[in-house]
């Protein structure tokens, strides 16, 4: 069993939904990093945060420590938000989940 | 802010050659650095990682090796390939000691090995 699992895998939107995107893990952290993969391959980073929640434009990231459950939220999702979301938490090293693909059709 | 430059963008190589992947940061001192591998439908591996010059250290045992021959340089080695070395791989920096923070990453490296 990994230890950052992600869902779904795999997700389709029409364009102006509300999205969700899964991530627990099973170790211990000390923070824990949502990154976006863009289908070329770059990865930036969204967010980082060890409590709470955080909110960049139409992106808002959740973590529960208790429960070892993060999400991330777009909302009014759009085409260009297509790409590759992974989580990964920092216990230690970096631990990666096996990112969630999501297309928005227009 | 800091830009990570990663050369080549692409790379085909036959089984057994040698590989050099070189990754240069800017706009930051005494980063850590971290070399990943991604492959095909799989995710992030940490590789290595370095928190200063000369210093690698090596999360998974392979044909791989990593050297930082300047503060600002990370360079990713093969004496030879072979075909499970095909992936992308990504040059990350992080800054402020020994601890992962935020991750800052390159453009990355689609290496096809045949």
């Known amino acids: 069993k990994n230890e950052v699992e992600q869902s779904p895998q795999n997700l389709t939107a029409q364009e102006g939904e509300f999205i969700t995107i899964n991530c627990s893990y099973s170790v211990g952290i000390s923070a824990l990093h949502w990154l976006q993969q863009h289908p070329g391959g770059g990865i930036v980073s969204l967010f980082m945060?060890?409590?709470g929640k955080k909110k960049h434009g139409r992106l808002i990231a959740t973590i529960n420590i208790q429960e070892k459950h993060s999400s991330l939220h777009i909302t009014a999702s759009h085409p260009r938000d297509s790409a590759v979301y992974i989580c990964?938490?920092?216990?230690?090293?970096?631990?990666f989940g096996a990112g969630t693909r999501l297309t928005v059709k227009p | 802010s800091q830009t990570i430059h990663q050369w080549p963008a692409t790379l085909v190589q036959p089984v057994g050659s040698p590989l050099s992947l070189e990754c240069t940061v800017e706009g930051t001192s005494n980063p850590n650095l971290y070399w990943y591998r991604q492959a095909a439908g799989r995710g992030l591996q940490l590789l290595f990682y370095s928190v200063g010059i000369g210093q690698i250290s090596s999360e998974v045992p392979q044909n791989l090796s990593a050297s930082r021959p300047q503060d600002r340089q990370f360079i990713l080695s093969s004496k030879k390939l072979l075909l499970s070395d095909s992936g992308f791989y990504l040059c990350?920096?992080?800054?402020?000691?020994?601890?992962?923070?935020?991750?800052?990453f390159g453009p990355g490296t689609r290496l096809t090995v045949l």
């Open positions: 990964a938490v920092r216990s230690g090293d970096m631990r």
């Open positions: 945060l060890s409590s």
């Open positions: 990350a920096c992080s800054l402020g000691g020994r601890d992962y923070n935020e991750q800052f």
